[in-house]
Each structure stands twice: as structure tokens, then as C-alpha cells.
């Protein structure tokens, strides 16, 4: 396969997750969007790595999943913290949470 595909499939994931995140507003699905703009951070890095034979670029995405499950596992609990509170997850009455 070329790189022009996976960069085309990168650039196509991260519109939509930046669409969701700017659009949205339910706190599951704006998560969800970032972890399509995070997922097409790494199809880029590992095309990018297989592209000049690198190992650079796997070991990036590694990283940058770990990063993604440290943001989803808290960004979860702060969902659950709004929804306990407020009995709503929209994001729109997150400013009323200021304590």
C-alpha cells in the first residue's frame, strides 16, 4: 500500500474527530472524538516509520496510546463525577461544576 493511503485515511479520521470535538456536546462523544484525532496521529507516525524503515515511529504510537488510556481513564471518572452531580453528561452545564 502507498503512503498517500494512510495519510489520506489519518487526514479523514482526524477531520471527523475534530468535527466531533467542536460540535458535540455530550462528554462521551467528545472523548470519543479525541481518541480519533489520537488514532490518526498514529497511523501517521507508524506509515511515516514503515515509510524509512524506523522503529521511531511504532515506539511514538506506543507512547501516544499510553497517553490516550491515561486521558480516557480520566476523563471518565471526571464524567462520572459530572453525572453523579448534575444527572446530565452535557457539556453545556459543565461551568456550573465551579466550586
Known amino acids: 500500500m502507498l503512503l498517500n493511503q494512510f495519510l489520506v485515511l489519518a487526514a479523514i479520521l482526524f477531520c471527523?474527530?475534530?468535527?466531533?470535538v467542536l460540535?458535540?456536546?455530550n462528554a462521551m462523544l467528545v472523548l470519543m472524538s479525541v481518541e480519533l484525532i489520537l488514532n490518526?496521529?498514529?497511523?501517521?507516525?507508524?506509515?511515516?516509520?514503515?515509510l524509512n524503515d524506523d522503529v521511531g515511529g511504532s515506539v511514538f504510537a506506543l507512547f501516544?496510546?499510553?497517553v490516550a488510556a491515561a486521558e480516557v481513564g480520566i476523563?471518565?471518572?471526571?464524567?462520572?463525577?459530572?453525572?453523579?452531580?448534575r444527572r446530565s453528561?452535557?457539556?453545556s452545564e459543565a461551568d456550573m461544576l465551579k466550586g
Open 23 to 25: 460540535v458535540r456536546k
Open 40 to 50: 490518526a496521529v498514529n497511523i501517521n507516525l507508524v506509515a511515516f516509520g514503515a
Open 64 to 66: 501516544t496510546i499510553a
Open 75 to 85: 476523563g471518565l471518572a471526571i464524567v462520572l463525577l459530572m453525572y453523579r452531580n
Open 16 to 20: 471527523i474527530g475534530v468535527y466531533g
Open 89 to 91: 453528561i452535557d457539556l
